[in-house]
Nanobody
Framework: QVQLQESGPGLVTTSQTLSLTCTIS??????????SSWFRQPPGKGLQWIGN???????NYSPSLKSRTAISRGTSKNQFTLQLSSVTPEDTAVYYC????????WGQGMQVIVSS
Protein backbone atom coordinates (compact mmCIF):
# COMPACT_ATOMS: atom_id res chain seq x y z
CA GLN A 1 0.00 0.00 0.00
CA VAL A 2 1.25 3.45 -0.91
CA GLN A 3 2.24 5.65 2.02
CA LEU A 4 3.63 9.18 1.93
CA GLN A 5 5.61 11.01 4.60
CA GLU A 6 6.55 14.68 4.63
CA SER A 7 9.82 15.71 6.29
CA GLY A 8 11.85 18.85 6.82
CA PRO A 9 12.27 21.65 9.34
CA GLY A 10 9.18 22.52 11.33
CA LEU A 11 10.41 26.04 12.05
CA VAL A 12 11.76 28.48 9.47
CA THR A 13 12.80 32.11 9.82
CA THR A 14 11.34 34.88 7.68
CA SER A 15 13.15 35.38 4.35
CA GLN A 16 14.67 31.88 4.40
CA THR A 17 13.84 29.05 2.00
CA LEU A 18 11.53 26.30 3.18
CA SER A 19 12.56 22.86 1.94
CA LEU A 20 10.36 19.80 2.36
CA THR A 21 10.72 16.24 1.12
CA CYS A 22 7.99 13.69 0.48
CA THR A 23 9.06 10.08 0.75
CA ILE A 24 6.96 7.34 -0.84
CA SER A 25 6.90 3.86 0.64
CA UNK A 26 5.20 0.70 -0.52
CA UNK A 27 7.27 0.12 -3.61
CA UNK A 28 6.01 3.03 -5.70
CA UNK A 29 7.98 5.83 -7.30
CA UNK A 30 7.04 9.22 -8.68
CA UNK A 31 7.06 7.71 -12.17
CA UNK A 32 4.09 5.51 -11.25
CA UNK A 33 1.79 8.51 -10.83
CA UNK A 34 0.73 11.28 -13.18
CA UNK A 35 1.30 14.05 -10.60
CA SER A 36 3.35 14.42 -7.45
CA SER A 37 1.79 17.38 -5.69
CA TRP A 38 2.11 19.72 -2.73
CA PHE A 39 -0.75 21.40 -0.86
CA ARG A 40 -0.95 23.46 2.30
CA GLN A 41 -3.56 24.60 4.79
CA PRO A 42 -2.88 27.81 6.74
CA PRO A 43 -4.46 28.13 10.20
CA GLY A 44 -8.19 28.82 9.92
CA LYS A 45 -8.14 28.67 6.11
CA GLY A 46 -8.92 26.17 3.40
CA LEU A 47 -6.66 23.81 1.53
CA GLN A 48 -4.42 25.50 -1.03
CA TRP A 49 -2.76 23.81 -4.00
CA ILE A 50 0.91 24.79 -4.30
CA GLY A 51 1.93 22.89 -7.42
CA ASN A 52 3.07 19.59 -8.87
CA UNK A 53 5.63 17.75 -10.93
CA UNK A 54 4.37 15.28 -13.51
CA UNK A 55 5.69 11.82 -14.35
CA UNK A 56 7.74 13.34 -17.21
CA UNK A 57 9.27 16.09 -15.06
CA UNK A 58 7.16 19.04 -16.16
CA UNK A 59 5.93 21.36 -13.42
CA ASN A 60 2.83 23.41 -12.67
CA TYR A 61 2.49 26.04 -9.95
CA SER A 62 -0.18 28.11 -8.32
CA PRO A 63 0.02 31.59 -9.89
CA SER A 64 0.10 33.21 -6.46
CA LEU A 65 3.16 31.20 -5.41
CA LYS A 66 4.87 30.55 -8.73
CA SER A 67 7.63 33.13 -8.33
CA ARG A 68 8.78 31.54 -5.04
CA THR A 69 8.17 27.82 -5.66
CA ALA A 70 10.20 24.95 -7.04
CA ILE A 71 8.98 21.35 -7.05
CA SER A 72 11.17 18.55 -8.30
CA ARG A 73 11.64 14.82 -8.22
CA GLY A 74 14.40 13.81 -5.85
CA THR A 75 17.58 11.95 -6.71
CA SER A 76 15.86 8.96 -5.18
CA LYS A 77 12.94 7.80 -7.35
CA ASN A 78 10.67 7.53 -4.32
CA GLN A 79 11.06 11.15 -3.24
CA PHE A 80 10.03 14.59 -4.43
CA THR A 81 10.72 17.98 -2.94
CA LEU A 82 9.24 21.42 -2.37
CA GLN A 83 11.23 24.59 -2.05
CA LEU A 84 9.48 27.84 -1.13
CA SER A 85 11.74 30.87 -1.00
CA SER A 86 11.49 34.21 0.82
CA VAL A 87 8.99 32.87 3.33
CA THR A 88 6.94 35.10 5.63
CA PRO A 89 4.68 34.27 8.59
CA GLU A 90 1.83 34.00 6.06
CA ASP A 91 3.47 30.80 4.81
CA THR A 92 2.81 29.16 8.18
CA ALA A 93 0.65 26.12 7.41
CA VAL A 94 0.30 22.36 7.48
CA TYR A 95 2.00 21.14 4.33
CA TYR A 96 0.83 17.98 2.55
CA CYS A 97 2.24 15.92 -0.28
CA UNK A 98 0.00 13.87 -2.54
CA UNK A 99 0.23 11.44 -5.46
CA UNK A 100 -1.99 10.75 -8.43
CA UNK A 101 -3.88 12.55 -11.13
CA UNK A 102 -6.59 13.40 -8.62
CA UNK A 103 -4.38 13.51 -5.51
CA UNK A 104 -5.45 9.98 -4.70
CA UNK A 105 -2.89 9.39 -1.96
CA TRP A 106 -1.92 11.83 0.79
CA GLY A 107 0.69 12.20 3.47
CA GLN A 108 -0.40 12.93 7.03
CA GLY A 109 0.77 16.52 6.81
CA MET A 110 3.53 18.46 8.50
CA GLN A 111 3.23 21.69 10.49
CA VAL A 112 5.62 24.42 9.38
CA ILE A 113 5.87 27.65 11.34
CA VAL A 114 7.57 30.73 9.91
CA SER A 115 8.88 32.97 12.65
CA SER A 116 9.37 36.69 12.16
Amino acid sequence: QVQLQESGPGLVTTSQTLSLTCTISGGSTTSNYYYSSWFRQPPGKGLQWIGNVSFNGSTNYSPSLKSRTAISRGTSKNQFTLQLSSVTPEDTAVYYCALGGYADYWGQGMQVIVSS
